[in-house]
């Protein structure tokens, strides 16, 4: 029954005889990238810059170094704690965060949302929590609350809310919609479609988020602290303003020492996922 | 007896203005091994989603067991699809999980939201599932992930996927045309008896004819969006061929 010949013949008639279509050139790419080269113009002269302190500044800095030399570890009992405070801080807001954007991610991502309106409410919304940077929610929330560590972590689960339901619908929006469909076409329903078929693909992916944003929630968690929001921060906020720089010296090596020891963590579990 | 499937008058316009399907009709009846031909772009994938509803038609019925489909609530379709598998060109499989449990992905429709969200299949699913495995001879890979099988594998997993479901229809779009000649007879010979022995129907997209001639019962060859043959293999002419696959890049109708 077989049959010899090509079954798919070759259209050579169409390919060739279409007349070449010069792209049009994108004018607003060009448009972009002309008024930023003017306006850094406009600022480097509207800023003004006194470049002179430049120099002076380097040498009060160097002269200042000498000064906080050799650091004052006589208060590690007040700043050890304040740095474990920090990391916990970071660590709450991070895991409420990526518990709340593991619900809203899904129904941001265009390939699984009900529908267009809700991932475009839910996009919105993210966007409006990532653009606020954390400081400023920090600021609000003491308002709200009052002074301590409470204000920072819902400053982070915020802010890290709104980049997380982000990416983690990119990650989403990303998986190969046949595996979706292959669910939908045996009767699953939505939930069990998320749970058997797109966590465990996209699981590395928000696992090695998730990471990257624990690590940036401690370095901003030691920063909230200067406005009051619990922390190492607040330790380094008091003793910068009492001149003793001496203290500031070793609160900073201590922070150093998380972020890095965090960082090389970090690296080591990205390996493994 | 009653056709397991009808399909009435359906047509189906994207919402670019690309008429993928226009006017089909067709009826199957239980135990027909019917399959699909024509050129890329010619609209035989976008007809087996229409019967299962991963694609809204435009207009037209489906009725599958007497019942008008495309008139009925999400929960009903639901229910439906349950009793059509469905094999896919990719495989589609879940990368990371065992193959056991791609395998059990077919008892969702029929597992409770919770359990089946966590993966907690009854035994008897379970004892099922392996029954399948063995029957496509991958007994031995059950515990292994997904995407340590070959190609062949990973469609008879697709298959074994489908089978869990206990279709009445399978639906079968391009099974073999990621797989080398030696997988794609394998995968055909699977799809084939195993549809015969248990009286399941298929419906199955291929684009090789002569593949097509070899197994099919009844060949539906469609171009552009329309059938222009609906018949036995042996009264499938090499004119009629030549007519399916010519000019097979012209661009699709515009509803403009």
């Not at chain 1, 013949?9 to 930023?36: H, M």
């Not at chain 2, 008058?9 to 670019?16: P, T």
């Not at chain 2, 799809?191 to 539906?220: G, P, S, W």
Request: charged share 20%; proline share 4%; aromatic share 8%.
């Amino acid at each position: 029954m077989s049959r010899d010949g090509n079954v798919y013949p070759l259209n050579a008639q169409e390919s060739d005889n279409e007349i070449a279509i010069k792209p049009k050139k994108d004018l607003f790419t060009r448009g972009v990238f002309a008024f930023g080269a003017v306006f850094f113009l406009f600022c480097l002269y509207q800023l003004n810059i006194d470049y002179s302190n430049l120099l002076a500044g380097t040498v009060d800095f160097i002269t200042m170094l000498g000064e906080m030399f050799p650091p004052d570890v006589s208060e590690w009992k007040y700043v050890i704690p304040a740095a474990i405070e920090s990391l916990q801080v970071a660590i709450l807001g991070t895991v409420i965060a990526v518990v709340i954007s593991l619900v809203l991610a899904f129904l941001a991502a265009e390939n699984l949302a009900p529908n267009n309106l809700v991932a475009s409410i839910v996009k919105g919304f993210a966007t409006l929590m990532r653009v606020i940077p954390t400081i400023i929610w920090a600021l609000i929330f003491i308002v709200a609350v009052g002074l301590g560590p409470l204000p920072g972590v819902l400053a982070i689960a915020v802010h890290s809310l709104g980049m997380l339901i982000k990416v983690f619908a990119q990650s989403v929006e990303e998986m190969d919609d046949g595996k979706i469909e292959a669910l939908r076409a045996s009767g699953a329903n939505w939930i069990q479609i998320i749970a058997q078929g797109v966590i465990p693909t996209v699981v590395t992916a928000l696992l090695s988020w998730t990471i990257l944003r624990l690590e940036i929630d401690i370095g901003e968690s030691t920063i909230l602290g200067l406005v009051g929001a619990g922390g190492i921060g607040w330790e380094l906020t008091r003793a910068m303003r009492s001149y003793d720089f001496n203290a500031a010296f070793f609160i900073a090596m201590v922070i150093f020492v998380m972020i890095f020891s965090v960082e090389m963590l970090s690296n080591r579990l990205k390996l493994k996922v | 007896m009653n056709p397991i499937l009808q399909v009435e008058n359906l047509k189906k316009v994207y919402s670019d203005g690309t008429v993928a399907l226009n006017n089909i009709n067709f009826e199957v009846h239980p135990g027909e091994f019917i399959v699909v031909i024509g050129p890329s772009g010619a609209g035989k994938s976008t007809l087996l989603r229409c019967i299962n509803r991963l694609v809204e038609p435009t207009s037209g019925d489906v009725v599958f067991k007497g019942k008008k489909i495309n008139k009925i609530g999400a929960r009903q379709v639901k229910q439906v699809r349950r009793e059509i598998g469905m094999v896919f060109q990719n495989f589609n499989l879940i990368d990371r999980l065992s193959v056991v449990n791609n395998v059990l992905h077919g008892r969702l429709g029929y597992t409770g939201t919770i359990k089946g969200a966590l993966g907690l299949f009854s035994k008897k699913d379970i004892a099922e599932a392996e029954e399948i495995l063995e029957r496509v001879g991958l007994s031995k890979q059950k515990y292994k992930r997904a995407d340590e099988l070959s190609g062949g594998q990973m469609q008879r997993v697709g298959i074994s996927r489908a089978l869990a479901q206990r279709p009445r229809l399978i639906l079968a779009d391009e099974p073999i045309a990621s797989l080398d000649p030696a997988s794609s007879k394998i995968i055909m010979d699977h799809i084939f008896t195993i549809c015969k022995e248990d009286k399941i129907t298929a419906i199955v997209n291929l684009h090789q004819v002569d593949v097509a001639m070899k197994y099919a019962t009844r060949i539906i060859g469609i171009k552009s969006g329309e059938v222009i043959f609906d018949g036995q293999p042996s009264h499938l002419t090499k004119n009629i061929i030549d007519e399916i696959y010519s000019n097979a890049k012209q661009p699709l109708v515009n509803a403009q």
